[in-house]
């Protein structure tokens, strides 16, 4: 963190303010927030994603190039509640004084002094669709402060986004209420409170809510024990280091495996495919759907 700050002091004299005649610049700290950024400002605005290709937002700090970035952008998209750890002391130290800043873990706009770490929020707050869609119209409005011409544009787009997540929403109910299974083992971190939340599921996790930790003996043998009580023949990886977990559980159950995508960041190869958030949700249902044997309620159904 302190790398940040003496970062921010070199770069003290080297801001760039955006001319009238430029569109306002948004960055965003992950790719599901790029992608509301995106969905709700059009062509109207500038979009830049600051977490790089397979990167880890839990790990992850900015480098020089992104906080000039910073120092010219019109607002700032970020999670707050502690998922990027750089960011209050960057809002600290930051001295562009017309940046607005809205976070999704925020129920309004923040100043950089009231952002810290809340243990009680889920910080994986882009899973929850529902809150996705009202991040969509409080975008909307600030945008609309940044760029008052464009309001009720940027409003429209930001009604039409949130229309989208709602549809998701309930996508995943009606599948998901349908599942013979509603247990999900996941050799992986506790990312998904969510769609405990909204769709009845249990999460039997063997991390917390940290992707970097070690899953014990006593809770690799839990989840061997409740695979071969139950019946389940799935067992679920969110990133690429639980995958050899989950093949260890898969010799020793028969359970197929399958991959949930949490969504925080794409592969270079994802980002070339131009995949979008929305896509990527669909496929983690349909996995679930084959994995705890659900009727895969398509889109547009009822």
Wanted: charged share 25%; aromatic share 8%.
């Amino acid at each position: 963190m302190r790398r940040i700050l003496l970062l921010l002091f070199y770069l003290g004299g080297l801001l760039v303010s955006t001319s009238p005649a430029q569109k306002p610049l948004v960055v965003a700290s992950i790719f599901p927030l790029a992608e509301i950024a995106r969905e709700v400002g059009g062509e109207a605005i500038e979009v830049r994603l600051l977490l790089p290709p397979g990167a880890d937002p839990h790990s992850w700090e900015p480098t020089p190039k992104d906080l000039l970035t910073l120092r010219r952008a019109d607002l700032l998209l970020a999670v707050g509640g502690g998922l990027e750890p750089w960011l209050e002391d960057l809002l600290a130290g930051l001295k562009n004084r017309n940046l607005k800043i809205v976070l999704a873990l925020d129920d309004g706009n923040l100043s950089p002094h009231k952002q810290g770490h809340d243990p009680e929020k889920d910080p994986h707050v882009w899973l929850d669709f529902p809150k996705d869609a009202s991040l969509c119209l409080r975008l909307a409005e600030t945008l609309g402060e940044i760029c008052p011409a464009k309001v009720l544009y940027f409003r429209e787009r930001g009604r039409l986004a949130a229309q989208r997540f709602k549809e998701l929403d309930l996508l995943f109910a009606r599948t998901l209420e349908t599942c013979r299974y509603r247990t999900v083992p996941l050799a992986g971190h506790d990312a998904f409170h969510a769609w405990e939340e909204n769709y009845g599921l249990d999460f039997i996790t063997l991390a917390g809510r940290s992707p970097e930790a070690e899953p014990t003996p006593q809770a690799l043998r839990k989840m061997i024990i409740f695979l071969r009580k139950t019946g389940l023949k799935a067992v679920y990886y969110d990133e690429p280091q639980a995958l050899r977990f989950a093949k260890l559980i898969a010799r020793e159950t028969g359970a197929k495996i399958y991959y949930l995508n949490p969504g925080a960041t794409l592969t270079r190869e994802e980002l070339r495919q131009e995949v979008s958030f929305f896509s990527l949700m669909r496929r983690n249902l349909r996995n679930l759907s084959l994995g705890l044997r659900c009727n895969l309620v398509k889109a547009g159904q009822n």
